[in-house]
T-cell receptor
């Protein structure tokens, strides 16, 4: 069984300061991991993904995440927050061997607030 | 590339009516589409996985007679909420898989359903 835990339901940072959104996962296999962003009343946009290539993954809008197998973590970071980064962020794990087809599990989400 | 659309974006209906939501992959062929439901301030819950030309696979607890899914072509899947009731009010999001590797899902903008 796979699971994903987003440790913070709400993160607040000042504009221009670093962002850290934490995600830990559990999977019986080598998972694929994703971060998605959802702005209010909008669909989800893929920020970045890890699929067993480089452990440090760079995404759009200056975000990046590092896959750490020993810590079962996939934290999302950005050096300097922008007002437009305020949104809900979801960490997602995809297990390629679940029931013979790809199955994804979403974290509960982290709401990022950026203070001017 | 990899754009997924949903129609309608908003729907308000009376209790007892049926509502059809369309999910289209605009610039790629989607062999698999997924339907999710999102309650306010909560994460996405997978409802069903739809493969083109075959019956959808529903998650535990999802009524397949209530939520009819049809994946008639490689670019279109539909979700019909039959005899909708107020408790069916929610944000419904579809995703499609076909490019960027089998693990990556691309999400539609969502459909907000309000049943009066």
């Amino acid at each position: 069984a796979q699971s994903v835990t987003q440790l913070d339901s709400h993160v607040s940072v000042s504009e221009g300061t670093p962002v850290l959104l934490r995600c830990n996962y559990s999977s019986s296999y080598s998972p694929s991991l994703f971060w998605y962003v959802q702005h209010p009343n909008k669909g989800l946009q893929l920020l970045l993904k890890y699929t067993s290539a480089a452990t440090l993954v760079k995404g759009i809008n200056g975000f990046e995440a590092e896959f750490k197998k020993s810590e079962t973590s996939f934290h999302l970071t950005k050096p300097s927050a922008h007002m437009s980064d305020a949104a809900e962020y979801f960490c997602v794990v995809s297990d390629p061997n679940s029931g013979g087809y790809q199955k994804v599990t979403f974290g509960t989400g982290t709401k990022l607030q950026v203070i001017p | 590339g990899a754009v997924v659309s949903q129609h309608p974006s908003w729907v308000i209906c009376k209790s007892g009516t049926s509502v059809k939501i369309e999910c289209r992959s605009l610039d790629f062929q989607a062999t698999t589409m997924f339907w999710y439901r999102q309650f306010p301030k909560q994460s996405l819950m997978l409802m069903a996985t739809s493969n083109e030309g075959s019956k959808a696979t529903y998650e535990q607890g999802v009524e397949k007679d209530k939520f009819l899914i049809n994946h008639a072509s490689l670019t279109l899947s539909t979700l019909t909420v039959t005899s909708a009731h107020p408790e069916d009010s929610s944000f419904y999001i579809c995703s499609a898989r076909g490019v960027g590797g089998p693990e990556t899902q691309y999400f539609g903008p969502g459909t907000r359903l309000l049943v009066l």
